[in-house]
């Protein structure tokens, strides 16, 4: 059973940075897609970026291009976001998903496996 658990997440003041990180067990393939996703009340979840572990392609969402960055650590079995330049509107619960769906999907049923989430806030 794939097991995702992400950590990280916090309060931080505008302009502020955090590193999320996404701990992932019990993978049966040899390559699949990472993605990390936010959601707000009342809205669906978006893609923020993703990742694919077979050839590290990565993707980053237009809204927070050039602020965040994507990245793995195979050898822990995790996966990164970092954060910098955090915006109000970048508040959302933080979850990491995974499928061995290929291309990686900006698509949130495309995933199988979630997190339980990591909050993050940002104030003004």
């Known amino acids: 059973q794939v097991q995702l658990v992400e950590s990280g997440g916090g309060s931080v003041q505008a302009g502020g940075s955090l590193r999320l990180s996404c701990a992932a067990s019990?993978?049966?393939?040899?390559?699949?897609?990472l993605g990390w996703f936010r959601q707000v009340p009342r809205k669906g979840r978006e893609v923020v970026a993703s990742?694919?572990?077979?050839?590290?392609?990565?993707y980053i969402g237009d809204s927070v291009k050039g602020r965040f960055t994507i990245s793995q650590d195979n050898d822990k079995n995790t996966l990164y976001l970092r954060m910098n330049s955090l915006k109000p509107e970048d508040t959302a619960m933080y979850y990491c998903?995974?499928?061995?769906?290929?291309?990686?999907?900006?698509?949130?049923?495309?995933?199988?496996?979630w997190g339980q989430g990591t909050q993050v806030t940002v104030s003004a």
């Open positions: 998903a995974t499928t061995d769906l290929f291309p990686c999907s900006k698509k949130d049923y495309a995933y199988d496996y």
């Open positions: 019990g993978y049966t393939y040899s390559s699949y897609c």
């Open positions: 990742i694919y572990t077979g050839g590290g392609s990565t």
